[in-house]
């Protein structure tokens, strides 16, 4: 797998991450759960939809192991 996630797309995964964490208790719903998906690609750098998509938001190009 090939890095194709920023810095900057990281960093605003792990905020929406939060956010949805954060609404998810609030409201005491499944929400927390879903926050689960951009915290994954967020740490592992790689998102299986940009792939498909041909988008790449990371500058170098990392193998990920």
Request: glycine share 6%; with cysteine; charged share 10%.
């Amino acid at each position: 797998m090939k890095c194709n996630v920023g810095k900057t797309d990281r960093n605003i995964r792990i905020s929406a991450a939060i956010l949805i964490t954060a609404i998810g208790v609030y409201f005491t719903s499944w929400w927390a759960l879903v926050a689960i998906v951009p915290l994954i690609t967020a740490f592992a750098g790689f998102c299986p939809l940009y792939a498909l998509l041909g988008i790449n938001t990371c500058r170098r190009t990392i193998k990920v192991n």
